[in-house]
């Protein structure tokens, strides 16, 4: 069967993999080599340099382009070192549109190191794109988007961007680190690339640090392939042969991380300790129907915020949780809770992140794999320790 007609699960499965031509091993070695011998000088199988190519990167590359409906893919030592070779595209004098509701240490990456290199930054609400066109000019070369985004859960509609970047003649990236291919697939809606931290739901298990592009366009990937392997920020084969393997459960773990991600949003929405709840699958979320559109179901994220708005008791119930556990990072089959004010959004100043709707009490879920009952059980305990 043509992996293009295959469906999700199969694909995820199948894509890019295929038995190890000189043993019929079913999955694909850890290739751990940095160089691959010649028998004549230019006279080679394909691979040179493991900086440039090395088999089981390229198996996973195929994979992930595969499960995104791309041509193209090219991994990376993070997410960050993705989106920074996505950066490395412009030029100085560039300008870059972006979501203002963003991951933190991709406002470090653009405004702490990329400004310093003449690109300039504006940083827009999005969940009106209409919004966009306001900082667009002859300069714009990017737009980029996180959608759902980190930690407010806002839905930015990405066929209305891409008609935006296209009427413009500049690019759209997606970071689709939280929606994942299973939900959401952005080239198909008119993206130029797509970014993941596959350190998140596509690793799947919190075992790998590792980032990834995929693209459509020949000339973008050539320069996508032309900075990883001139900048090398490129990832091992041992950490490849690990995401190849949480690939293959993937559409089998955002199921249920979605369905867990309902029953826990519901619970909360009944607590009378808590405030808001963020989560795009509720039908008075502002842009549930954009969600509704785009996605295929609405994952495990989920941001709430406490009745007073207090440090004190967001810091409480994150530290009396027993099986979530108090941690950075999201996407793994163990649920994780954190603190973005001071954890992952610390890097952005006060002023900024509360306009973006980061307060004292907000809360963010990672909701797991593992049984809706106990997870809201553990909820229920530490907010009832307020
Ligand atoms: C974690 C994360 C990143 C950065 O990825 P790393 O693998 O940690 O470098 C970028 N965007 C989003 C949405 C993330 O959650």
Redesign the pocket.
Known sequence: MDEKDMNFGTKAIHAGVHPDPTTGAIMTPIYQTSTYVQEEVGKHKGYEYSRTLNPTRHALEQNLAAIENGKFGACFG????A?DCVLKMLNPGDEVVSTNDL?G??YRLFTTIFEKYGIKFHFVGMENAGKIEEYVNENTRLIWV?TPT?PMMNIIDIEACSKIAKKHGCLLGV?N??ATPYLQTPLDLGADIVMH????FLGGHSDV???ALICNDQKIADEIYRIQNSSGAVTAPMDSFLVLRGIKTLHLRIQRHSENGKKVAEYLKTNEKVDKVYWPGFEDHANHEIAKKQMKDFGGMISFTLKGNKIEDALNVVKNLEVFSLAE??GGVESLAGHPATMTHAAIPKEEREKSGVVDSLIRLSVGVEDADDLIADLDQALNKL
Do not use: C, P, Q, R
Not at 197 to 200: A, G, I, L, Q
């Open positions: 993070s997410g960050l070192a989106i991951y240490g991709t996180e980190n970071d680190t939280f931290s596959v350190t998140k640090v590792m980032g990072s999201l």
